[in-house]
């Protein structure tokens, strides 16, 4: 996966704070619901490595309880959506995402005009690196809310990854008329960067992090932005500044799977060979991404290991 694709991986989810609960919904139960809660209700609600995520999935088991009780709760099939994408964001596991993805749809054959739900869906779309479909959907959502903020971050992140710099700047510009918030920094750092500034992502990723930092926001949103500044520090080069920000998102989030993959590649670029792949065996253990899983297999090889590095390379064939 290239850098900036495994930053979107993460960066789509970071629009605006998400809720984490919702006002009691009264809809009756409609005959014929119950098939609708095949549709991953239940997701994996487990902590990975070090990554506390308790207090989601405790937040989680109480959406799925509401769901259980009224399977035609769109407000309901929302929220778990937001929970999941939050659970995603702590630990980077793709499940999470897809049960997002699939609660946010569900959420959209219940009620086809909410605006949440539709939301949720083109910014899971992004995530998942479905880049026309999340641009299709923000676009449509525009087209009915020309104030729909959360679209206009999405309408960003598409046509970033698309190529389409002439949109994304344009959706940027009305962003930043709107808000100043650690996510519109963020993605005005993403731009610099893509445009060859690299001094300036660095300074407007620092800026979202302080920002974020003051501004209290979750664990998760101060890993991830520590974790955005320090990989524009790593690709600049500077090995004590990008170690630092990986270390601040770990402080944040302990076990973020990221910052470990992050804190690895430094450990390799100082030539300390064996402290790296101890990063990257907790690191896949967490989560086996393809590009952090063949970054450890080099390592092995790099440190003799064949058979560790054969089994490391064969790991990556098979999630292929």
Known sequence: MPPVLA???VIAVQAWPRPVAAPINNTPIVDGADNLTDVRPQGEVIAVA?????DTDRRIAFWQSRIAANA???ISWTYLGDLFEIKGRQTGDIANYISARDAYSTALDVAPGSAAAAIGAARIASTLHDFLGAQAGATQILAANPNATGALAILFDASLELGELDVAQHA????QNRSQTPAVTGRSARLDFIQGNTQGALELSAQAAADSTSAGDPASSLAFYNFAHAEYALFAGDLDAAQASYEAALTALPG???ALYGEGRVAFAKGETTHAIGLLEAATAALPRPDMVAYLGDLYTIAGRTA???KQYATVEFIH
Do not use: N
């Not at 070090?50 to 308790?54: E, L, Y």
């Not at 940027?172 to 962003?175: A, E, F, Q, R």
């Open 308 to 310: 560790d590095a054969t």
């Open 256 to 258: 973020y799977p990221l």
């Open 50 to 54: 070090g990554v506390d995520t308790s």
């Open 72 to 74: 035609r709760d769109d």
């Open 7 to 9: 930053l979107v991986v």
């Open 172 to 175: 940027l510009t009305l962003l």
